[in-house]
């Protein structure tokens, strides 16, 4: 595989839990390219690019705006190339959010966008811990897995939903947040994840929404929590290489199948894949970042 100047060897691919699907260890976070202002013909780049690079992971929601409709459109004959992600459980006209028919529209919905006969993987998306436990919102997603439109539940959260999730035994999948600023779920979770029914794990924001970009506090930012972590944390990478240190950190923690990088540039794509491509961090530098969270271990929670 060739990815800019570069040589890159074959994209690594995982069990993703017992499933028995296989991932590629970086996949593609598709929100950036629901974007309205984003350029079709760029976003037919992107994921044309993620694909041709050995990404067989593209994981998107029903909230990321034009997400699922250019996936549809642009990429549904390459579907056998590809590992489809969604999510599900709100913003459907008429229903409650989280009720049943909320659930199972929202999947008729995306099977309709995506193009597709079914989901590969489908997430209640960061639903809290009552509606979880009030069990209508799993039943239904089960009730979908059962009639052949999914082939994985999953729940993608954080906290004790995300505890009640693994324990529970209802899904197959877990999505959670892991990064240099966001290590919440390595200690207990992660573990937890892959004893408990060897459960599939998609790692988000790998990158900690890139917060060491601003050398001024991003108020209002997305990335303004990661940057206030990195800032108390006070810890740079030992070669400099921010983005290269923050995907191997991610991508390679034990218990995560695949991290999902978001991006609408596909010179940010090619620089992932290159990044990855330099395998698992030096265990000193996995120790250091470990050792820089661990006084804010019982203070931050992951972000949802």
Request: hydrophobic fraction near 45%.
């Amino acid at each position: 595989m060739t990815v800019g100047r570069l040589q890159c060897p074959p994209m690594e691919r995982r069990a993703f839990g017992s499933t028995g699907l296989q991932v590629s260890m970086l996949g593609l976070g598709a929100d950036h390219i629901g974007d309205p202002t984003a350029s079709e013909g760029e976003v037919a780049r992107l994921l044309g690019t993620a694909l041709d690079s050995g990404l067989n992971v593209i994981d998107t929601a029903r909230g990321y705006l034009r997400s699922e409709d250019r996936i549809g459109r642009l990429i549904s004959h390459r579907r056998d190339e590809f590992v489809l992600s969604t999510k599900v459980g709100y913003e459907i006209p008429g229903v409650p959010d989280w009720s049943g028919a909320a659930v199972t529209r929202g999947i008729d919905r995306a099977l309709a966008q995506l193009r597709t006969d079914v989901l590969d993987v489908c997430f209640l998306h960061s639903c809290a811990l009552d509606v979880l436990a009030a069990g209508e919102a799993v039943a239904a997603l089960h009730a979908a897995q059962q009639a052949g439109k999914v082939r994985v539940c999953g729940y993608s959260g954080e906290a004790e939903a995300l505890a009640w999730a693994i324990e529970s035994g209802a899904f197959g999948a877990i999505q959670t947040s892991v990064n240099l600023a966001d290590q919440w779920t390595l200690s207990d979770l992660l573990p937890r994840a892959t004893e408990v029914g060897r459960l599939g794990v998609i790692a988000k924001r790998p990158l900690a929404n890139a917060a060491w970009r601003f050398a001024d506090r991003p108020v209002g930012d997305y990335a303004e929590p990661y940057w206030e972590r990195l800032q108390a944390m006070a810890i740079t990478p030992e070669d400099g290489d921010w983005t290269a240190t923050a995907l191997r950190f991610s991508t390679f923690t034990p218990g995560v199948s695949t991290a999902i990088v978001g991006t609408s540039s596909v010179a940010h794509l090619q620089a992932a894949v290159q990044a990855v491509a330099l395998g698992p961090l030096p265990p000193g530098e996995v120790a250091r970042w470990g050792a820089a969270y661990q006084p804010f271990m019982g203070r931050w929670l992951p972000q949802i």
